[in-house]
T-cell receptor, first 111, second 119 residues
Framework: QKEVEQDPGPLSVPEGAIVSLNCTYS??????FMWYRQYSRKGPELLMY????GNKEDGRFTAQVDKSSKYISLFIRDSQPSDSATYLC???????????FGAGTRLAVHP | GAVVSQHPSRVICKSGTSVKIECRSL??????MFWYRQFPKQSLMLMAT?????????EQGVEKDKFLINHASLTLSTLTVTSAHPEDSSFYIC???????????????FGNGTRLTVT
């Protein structure tokens, strides 16, 4: 069993839709959770960074962490074609040298 | 914000040759840089942690003699793939943080990656 599970998709939605991206994890020691966006042939770009359980909002993006269920989500409101990318969840239990990534979900937002 | 620059973005080399990839932190000093490898449609896998002025720490299964890492200054780390073979073809990405491995207030920033193709 992988430490972090993420559905690779692809996920295709119309412009303006609300997108829900999710990851589950098995290690209850994870405390810091991140979402990265990666465009094709580019490095990952940090979107959201949360500690422990709860919600965090930044513009059209909302990150949610439910540690009791070992489940994290990223919601994108009013999705745009420019949101089309691969979204990677990442988390760690120790230092950055123990950062564990999900496989990434490919999202396509069509006009 | 923090910027990490990686060069080259793309390289094609012949089997048996060596390739050097550079990773620079442009507007901050990075005591620690990380090297990842990403296969198509797969996640990032940490290869090694590079510490300025000391030897890199390699993850299990990563050959340190094949993937040479040098971190000679606070703004530059290099990864050299020695005697490259077709199975080394991959997307290599570096990352860095201002605060080191345990400063969780300083998020990890990534370079744009290097696509290596070995023929």
């Amino acid at each position: 069993q992988k430490e972090v599970e993420q559905d690779p998709g692809p996920l295709s939605v119309p412009e303006g839709a609300i997108v829900s991206l999710n990851c589950t994890y098995s290690n209850s020691a994870f405390q810091y959770f991140m979402w990265y966006r990666q465009y094709s042939r580019k490095g990952p770009e940090l979107l959201m960074y949360t500690y422990s359980s709860g919600n965090k909002e930044d513009g059209r993006f909302t990150a949610q962490v439910d540690k009791s269920s070992k489940y994290i989500s990223l919601f994108i409101r009013d999705s745009q074609p420019s949101d089309s990318a691969t979204y990677l969840c990442a988390m760690f239990r120790g230092g950055y040298n123990k950062l564990i990534f999900g496989a990434g979900t490919r999202l396509a937002v069509h006009p | 914000g923090a910027v990490v620059s990686q060069h080259p973005s793309r390289v094609i080399c012949k089997s048996g040759t060596s390739v050097k990839i550079e990773c620079r932190s442009l507007d901050f000093q990075a005591t620690t840089m990380f090297w990842y490898r990403q296969f198509p449609k797969q996640s990032l896998m940490l290869m090694a942690t590079s510490n300025e002025g000391s030897k890199a720490t390699y993850e299990q299964g990563v050959e340190k003699d094949k993937f040479l890492i040098n971190h000679a200054s606070l703004t530059l780390s290099t990864l050299t793939v020695t005697s490259a073979h077709p199975e080394d073809s991959s997307f290599y990405i570096c990352s860095a943080t201002v605060g080191g491995t345990t400063d969780f207030n300083s998020p990890l920033h990534f370079g744009n990656g290097t696509r290596l193709t070995v023929t």
